[in-house]
């Protein structure tokens, strides 16, 4: 029988915080009374923050971040209508998915694994587009299959650039609390995001940033929707309530974490995963390997996709770390399943957590034949990780 639980090292579900799962876990509470108001007015409220938005409004429902894909084209669009999409990873090409299964015509750009959002590409489709029949942009800002990050704020530059009027729909997924995100600025209409990622909750919480574009397509929108309609959800959220019974547990837990992120510091946030993830790429480099994604400018800070060499099999080293040592990473997906083992670093987790992690993941690869020195990786990450007046004064010299 388990009696402790290792970290875990995969891009979501994350490590919780004990007291965020305390405070997730809770008695029943009426979601009709004063209490669940109360609950709900500050979870919002960070979220937005977070969110970095002030014209938008958040909304939530009991889902994952598919739901929130689902909310974000049923809310807006109507059968028949035309998007835009690149398709270079899994979760591109399920969003994809997802809108082709609504009868929306989906014009995708097809891309490499391994490469971002295609600016130009999509500044070329939108100014051939002369008719404005796309009616809204799909970005995936962070490819969790590949450990890609996609330059947002390029995606908006190309759509002002093209001079076109269309929505702009952000998957924040594993982004979102882990790694900047400035909705407004960004002009992003719906950004989605789910609980169990970068707010380090069960998953459970599907997430939506709407701007005022947003609502006012909604007036428009002619595709189904009942459980995901914004319409019901900000009329009773205007209230301190919910238009069906709410999980009250993760909606207190989101109140919580959101006090953690601000108090922790969103540039304090974001410094922590950034500085984790270059101790995880640096010891990468030093087992002689390198990230899926094909540049540093696309390094995900939240999870990195490791590329085997030829002749292994990334997921060996998945199953052995689960078996053997009792720890969890992630499997390659759709295209580069067998390629790639992940390794999720965002949420909790500290630098000595990932330490943990690295040795591990050296352990399996040595075990299964790869060529790498064991110890290799975790001093490379100790060289960056490493703080204090004796590491100041080594620099200094």
């Known amino acids: 029988m388990r009696t402790s639980q290792n970290p875990v090292f995969i ?6 915080p004990e007291h965020l799962r305390k405070a997730a876990d809770m008695a029943t509470l009426d979601h009709r009374g004063p209490a669940f108001a109360g609950m709900l007015k500050p979870a919002l409220e960070g979220v937005k923050t977070i969110l970095g938005t002030t014209d938008g409004e958040v909304i939530l429902f009991p889902a994952t971040g598919t739901g929130g894909w689902e909310a974000a084209v049923s809310n807006t669009l109507s059968p028949g209508d035309t998007v835009l999409a690149a398709r270079f990873g899994m979760f591109s090409h399920r969003w994809i998915d997802l809108c082709q299964r609504h009868g929306l015509n989906v ?13 130009a590409a999509i500044e070329e489709a939108l100014t051939n587009d002369k008719e404005h029949r796309i009616k809204a942009v799909l970005a995936t800002h962070n490819e969790t299959a590949t450990g890609v990050k996609s330059d947002i704020a390029a995606v908006r530059g190309a759509m002002d650039a093209a001079g076109h009027p269309a929505m702009f729909f952000v998957d924040g997924v594993s982004s979102i609390a882990s790694m900047p995100f400035h909705m407004d600025d960004w002009g992003v209409d719906v950004a989605i995001t789910g609980s169990q990622k970068g707010f380090m909750l069960p998953a459970g919480l599907a997430i939506c940033g709407i701007s005022p574009k947003a609502v006012a397509a909604m007036e428009t929108a002619k595709l189904p929707r009942t459980f995901f309609d914004f319409r019901d959800m900000r009329d009773s959220m205007a209230g301190g309530g919910f238009p069906y019974t709410p999980p009250v547990g993760l909606i207190h837990g989101l109140s919580v974490a959101v006090e953690d992120l601000l108090t922790e510091g969103l540039d304090n946030v974001y410094a922590r995963h950034t500085r984790i993830a270059t101790g995880v790429r640096a010891a990468i480099e030093a087992w002689g390997m390198t990230p899926y994604a094909k540049t540093p400018d696309l390094f995900s800070d939240t999870v990195t996709a490791v590329k085997v060499p030829d002749g292994f099999n990334g997921t060996d080293v998945v199953t052995r770390a689960a078996s053997e040592y009792d720890m969890a990473f992630g499997v390659g997906l759709g295209e580069v399943a067998g390629k790639v083992f992940r390794i999720g670093h965002l949420g909790q987790l500290t630098d000595a957590m990932m330490l943990s992690g690295l040795s591990v993941a050296e352990m399996c690869m040595a075990d299964l034949g790869y060529p790498i020195e064991l110890g290799s990786g975790v001093a490379a990450a100790q060289s960056v990780y490493r703080h204090g007046d004796n590491v100041l004064a080594l620099a200094a010299e």
């Open 11 to 16: 891009p979501g579900p994350t490590n919780m």
């Open 107 to 119: 014009q995708i750009i097809e891309t490499p694994w391994g490469e971002g959002a295609p600016i």
